[in-house]
């Protein structure tokens, strides 16, 4: 079983920036998946960025690419998600996910933290 537990939204003026973080409890397995994914008010959930649990290697949606970087500090159990150059479009719920097998998929996700908000305004 894992746990997941998001903070660090707030309201941010456009061009600023944020830090996201994602506590893990239990233990995931080297080949699952930790993602952020967020959901605009009448909008669908979104993939966001993601990273794998053992090897660290990343992924990122085309929206995000270049301001948003996720990391993980596998020791600490913790994920990050630092956004930069916020813009109002950004403006969401932030949720953490893990995926046992190594998915991004929002469907695929098996477990899932309360989210965040993130709101991006002047």
């Known amino acids: 079983q894992v746990q997941l537990v998001e903070s660090g939204g707030g309201l941010v003026p456009p061009g600023g920036s944020l830090r996201l973080s994602c506590a893990v409890s239990?233990?995931?397995?080297?080949?699952?998946?930790l993602g952020w994914f967020r959901q605009a008010l009448g909008k669908e959930r979104e993939f966001v960025a993601g990273?794998?649990?053992?090897?660290?290697?990343?992924v990122y949606a085309d929206s995000v690419k270049g301001r948003f970087t996720i990391s993980r500090d596998r020791a600490k159990g913790m994920v990050f998600l630092q956004m930069n150059s916020l813009k109002p479009e950004d403006t969401a719920d932030y949720y953490c996910?893990?995926?046992?097998?190594?998915?991004?998929?929002?469907?695929?996700?098996?477990?899932w933290g309360r989210g965040t908000l993130v709101t991006v305004s002047s």
């Open positions: 996910a893990a995926d046992r097998n190594g998915g991004f998929a929002p469907s695929g996700m098996d477990y």
């Open positions: 239990g233990r995931p397995f080297s080949s699952a998946t």
């Open positions: 990273i794998r649990w053992g090897y660290g290697t990343t």
